[in-house]
Structures are given as C-alpha cells and as structure tokens.
C-alpha cells in the first residue's frame, strides 16, 4: 500500500522559506509513471494546487506561486520536496503531499499524505 | 475565489440520496472527462472518491456515484449514512494555467 508522509518545520517566519519533503513508501518515485504534487489548504478553506514534479525532475507550479517555488526529487532517497520563498501569513496552511494519477495522463490525486500544518508568524 | 462553483452545504436523512454539483466551464467541467470528486472528514486528508466523471476507486461503496452534463459534475450519495457527513470537493483539469481548479467545496450533513 502507497504512503505518503509530510515531514518539516511549522513554524516559520515571515519572509523566510518553508521547506518541506514528503517521503514515499511501498512504492518507487522513479520506476512510476506518475506526478507527485502538493495542495495545500489554509485553515477553514479550500484546496488549492501549488505544482507538481516527476521523477526526471520535469515540474509545473501554479502560476500564481511560480515565482516563489522550488520543487525536486531525490529518488535516492524515495522523497520529494517543496520550497517557498519569502512567507506571508497567506502562506499558513495545511500542505498535502499527494500522487497525480490517470490511466492517459494526470488527472487525478489519488494517494494523499496525512497533511503538516505550516504557520507563519513571527 | 475558487473556479469552480459548489453549494455551500447539503443535507439529507440517513438512506436519502443526496446530488452535489460542481459548476465550472467549457475550459474545465465542460472540455475534459476528468472531474474527480473528493471526500474530506474533519481533521483528515481528502480520499479520493470519484475520478474521470464517474469511476470509482477500489474500496468505495457504489453509494457514490459521479456523473456530467455540459459544464456541470454531479456527486450522488444514495442510502445516505451517518459516515457520509464530510465535506466534498470536486476538481477538474482544466486548459487554464492552474492545470488542476478545485471547488470551495460543500458539507454534507445527515440529520
């Protein structure tokens, strides 16, 4: 069975870089066909999807956070990651760290992590 | 703003069937089969429920169903249960630049 677990600070200060990995387990990132991604969800709010990456590095970021994100694999370590730049308190949310899966493409997010819950105050 | 459009809230009584829509565009809901629906329980990560409009992952129950019409999805929940109380989220991808747009989501209540 796929897990996937979110590991990394919560708390973070304004401006500063929120750094997050995702470690996948009962699966390999790079013998997949699949995207991995990450969804974040501010407190008492919706979904909202920040990019995704594949295990040859290829990545898409949301337009509206492409300035501030960085997102890798390391398949040597079966995990990928998330960094945002200068941090707002608009960045507190719960982040996801899910698979994007599809039978003809990427469709659909079917393996979630449990979520980190990021805040950002000084 | 979410793109796209759910109710806020529907309820029903346990063993009702209850309809969620999901409202989006010809760009989104309206160009792709690929609306997928999710469940979220207080606390918890979302379960995927629905994918490609109307596919049902293994281990859901055929009390959920999905379905399309034109630019709107449609979650059915029939024989409502009290395990069902959740809020549900649809998504779609869409040939916008956010490549996947979530709804603002609805709770579901049973009475």
């Known amino acids: 069975q796929l897990q996937l677990q979110e590991s990394g600070p919560g708390l973070v200060k304004p401006s500063e870089t929120l750094s997050l990995t995702c470690t996948v387990s009962?699966?390999?990132?790079?013998?997949?066909?699949?995207?991995w991604g990450w969804i974040r969800q501010p407190p008492g709010k919706g979904l909202e999807c920040i990019g995704t990456?594949?295990?040859?590095?290829?990545?898409y970021y949301n337009p509206s956070l492409k300035s501030r994100v960085t997102m890798s694999v390391d398949t040597s370590k079966n995990q990928f990651s998330l960094r945002l730049t200068s941090v707002t308190a608009a960045d507190t949310a719960v982040y996801y760290c899910?698979?994007?899966?599809?039978?003809?493409?990427?469709?659909?997010?079917?393996?979630w992590g449990q979520g980190a819950l990021v805040t950002v105050s000084s | 703003q979410s793109a796209l459009t759910q109710p806020a809230s529907v309820s029903g009584s346990p063993g009702q069937s209850i309809t969620i829509s999901c409202t989006g565009t010809?760009?989104?809901?309206?160009?792709?089969?690929?609306v997928s629906w999710y469940q979220q329980r207080p606390g918890k990560a979302p379960k995927l429920m629905i994918y490609?409009?109307?596919n049902r992952p293994s281990g859901i129950s055929n009390r959920f169903s999905g379905s399309k019409s034109g630019n709107t999805a449609s979650l059915t929940i029939s024989g409502l249960q009290v395990e069902d109380e959740a809020d549900y989220y649809c998504?779609?991808?869409?040939?916008?630049?956010?490549?996947?747009?979530f709804g603002s989501g609805t709770k579901v209540t049973v009475l």
């Open positions: 009962g699966g390999s990132i790079i013998n997949s066909n699949y995207y």
């Open positions: 490609d409009v109307s």
């Open positions: 990456v594949f295990s040859s590095g290829n990545t």
């Open positions: 899910v698979r994007v899966g599809g039978s003809t493409g990427w469709y659909y997010f079917d393996y």
């Open positions: 010809s760009s989104d809901v309206g160009g792709y089969n690929y």
């Open positions: 998504s779609s991808f869409t040939s916008g630049s956010t490549l996947y747009v």
